[in-house]
C-alpha cells in the first residue's frame, strides 16, 4: 500500500477550479506536517502549499496566494488541495508529500505518485 495517493488531477480551462485529494494511509501517522508541490516538464519541483500540525499554520507559493487553499481532515487522513482561479502556468504534476514539522520547516519522508494539472488557455 502506497503511503500518500493523491487525486483529482484533470484537464481545465483557464479560469477554472479544481480539488486534488490525498489519501494517507496508516504508515504516515507519525507526520504532522503535509504539502502540495508540482512539477512541469523541464522544469524543477516546487513547493506549492504547506499545512502544519493539523491546521495550525500555513505557507503559500507568491504564484498561487489568494487563488489556492490547502486543508486536512484528520479524521479521515486526507489532505486537499483547492485550486481556484486556474491558470495554463498551473499546469504540471501535482504531488502531496508528508512529514514532521521541525519548527520552520517541515521534513518530507513520503511522497504520493502525482496527479496531472493540465489548464488550457
Known amino acids: 500500500q502506497r503511503p500518500l495517493v493523491e487525486s483529482g488531477g484533470g484537464s481545465v480551462q483557464a479560469g477554472g477550479s479544481l480539488r486534488l485529494s490525498c489519501a494517507a494511509s496508516r504508515d504516515t501517522v507519525r507526520s504532522n506536517c503535509m504539502g502540495w508541490f508540482r512539477q512541469a516538464p523541464a522544469k524543477e519541483r516546487e513547493v506549492v502549499a504547506t499545512i502544519y500540525g493539523g491546521g495550525g499554520s500555513t505557507y503559500y507559493a507568491d504564484s498561487v496566494k489568494g487563488r489556492f487553499t490547502i486543508s486536512q481532515e484528520n479524521g479521515k487522513n486526507t489532505g486537499y488541495l483547492q485550486m481556484n482561479s486556474l491558470k495554463p502556468e498551473d499546469t504540471a504534476m501535482y504531488y502531496c508529500?508528508?512529514?514532521?514539522?521541525?519548527?520552520?520547516?517541515?521534513?518530507?519522508?513520503?511522497w504520493g505518485q502525482g496527479t496531472q494539472v493540465t489548464v488550457s488557455s
Open positions: 508529500a508528508a512529514g514532521i514539522d521541525r519548527g520552520s520547516w517541515c521534513e518530507y519522508n513520503y
